[in-house]
């Protein structure tokens, strides 16, 4: 018979390996963010995790920044990203595992226009699928005590074009 060890032991090994396996079948998941701001104003963000700072960036218009990661096993993977330009300030969860894992299918291109950003839409080929931005910023926002001033900066597959 098991000992409570042995069927804990086994638990625990059981885990680990449906992670291993599922960081290698899953694969990356590919998040590009566009400025689509029809005044033509350059487009300032920064993107965070609750482990990573993407960096300030700044995207001319119809340029892109992207970068890539690896979905959680446990499906609670966020990158939530700052926005302005002008005299306006926005914040958005522009990756939400659960919300974003089947409908983008790995390829996440949002397309940010003043009015919010716009997910591309793989059955249409349109950036359709439009969101509004995050409430401001005042208390239960995914953005409260996370650092998202914080200058750390990761150094990853991150791609501006």
Known sequence: MFSFRRYLFSFVLLVFLAHLCYGLFEGKAHVRI???????????????????????QTLGFNKFFEFS???????????????????????FDIYKQKRDEDRCLKKCWWFVQATGPCLLNGTTGAYDIC??????????SSQVGTGIYDSKHLKSSEKVG
């Open 34 to 56: 566009i400025n689509g701001l029809n005044t033509g104003e350059d487009l300032n963000l920064q993107c965070k995790s609750k482990d990573d700072d993407l960096g300030p």
């Open 69 to 91: 990661f690896g979905p959680s096993f446990w499906k609670d993977t966020l990158f939530f990203c700052r926005f302005w330009w002008g005299n306006e300030y926005h914040y």
């Open 131 to 140: 969101e509004e931005w995050n409430p401001e910023l005042q208390g239960g």
